[in-house]
């Protein structure tokens, strides 16, 4: 009988990985980091860093980012190839557009279906100069300023990505740049900035909209940064051994920012056994030690005020929501239709194949969990979308492989080593 057991140090997270390396360019002087993610995504940032002229080497298990200031971007001699990565789409064309340099972005299939737009439009506002070849995605072209006007932004969509482009724009911007986002959303480039000394105010405003104000340009010293194991991550292995009948694991080192780990909250309200227990606090972030075991689960409602916190995890709530008792409904997922698959298709149409009742009504999902165990094979449609085929790969594990992925390629998106972890937990006893 294959169960999850024992303990793991889990890989570094994405979003943390994204923005240490991208803030460490705009320092002064060298950033030591560790523990960074080496996934295909975070090397997108990393490769389009070095051609936008800074210098990063790897020394043994850490990276070493040799920063040239807010403004120190050179200009690239060719297209800055962001691959599938939307947050290094999003996040770099807001870190070059306050320096004056012309920059050619470009990214594979999927990440040329996704909204550019969601960001260049607070751009082109404060006076960069946007080209979306193909309305709305990319390739664009972008004029860089260094006299982006310093403005207040009202973000509507709950989106990371559109805040942290636009807080990395404004640290090069002269003057007061106010960003007000009316659904708060993971706050990693906040608690980033302040651990590296840099002044910025944050305060709740009216309808619980977050105001964050930036008066650059600022000027910065590099410091090391260690990066804590990623949730998004963890969440495969903890749902798994929720699901797999004698499982218990423990998964150290995890990053516990509240705005990451609402997932954990979902699951236990699901009937889930999970102990977090806090040890550290590294560069801004409480870290700490999740268990996890085998649990009898039940269906619940997850509102739609939830969709912010949980916009990672809704592919493995939903193989949780597989194996409970009763119907799970999981509602207000707009955004999930924007992600590297339309995800609720992605999740309906697997889902459906292995005989689980689910179906979408009005961008809410609705599953009804049954225990049932497929004695053929079925394949399954990852979409080259890592999380449905990490998701999948969890599920397979209570169906002794019949569940056929596609492309498990797409995994070392964000999580490299997630195969071989999921070997090194699997026990077959
Ligand atoms: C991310 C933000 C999220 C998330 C993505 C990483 C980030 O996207 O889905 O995997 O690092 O800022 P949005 O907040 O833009 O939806």
Redesign the pocket.
Known sequence: MLKFKGSLKISGD???S??ALILSAMGTGKAKITNLLESEDVMRTLNILKELGIKIVKDDDSWIVYGNGTGGFLEPKKSLNCGNS??TA??MIGAVSSNPINCTFIGDESLSRRSMS?VTKHLEKIGATVHLTRKDYLPLIINGSEKLLPLMHNIQ????????ALIIAALNIHGKTKIIESIA??D??ERLLKFLNIKIKIKKIKNKATQIELNGPYEFKSKSIDIAGDP?SAAFFIVGALILPESRVTLKNIMLNPSRIAFIKILKKMGGKIKVKKTKQICGEDVGNITAEYSKLKGITIPANQS?YL??EYPVISVAASQAKGRTIMKGLD?LR??ESDRIKSIVLNLKKIGIDVHEVNNNLHILGKKIKVNKDVKIKSFGDHRIAMSFSILNTLHYNKLKIDDKKCINI?YPDFTKHLNFLLQNK
Do not use: C, F, M, N
């Not at 969509?157 to 942290?164: D, E, L, R, T, V």
């Open positions: 994405k979003s943390v994204h923005r939307g947050t999003r996040l969601r969509k709950p989106s990371a990505q559109i805040k942290s959303t993971r990693h480039t998004s912010a916009i990672d955004e924007y992600k964000s």
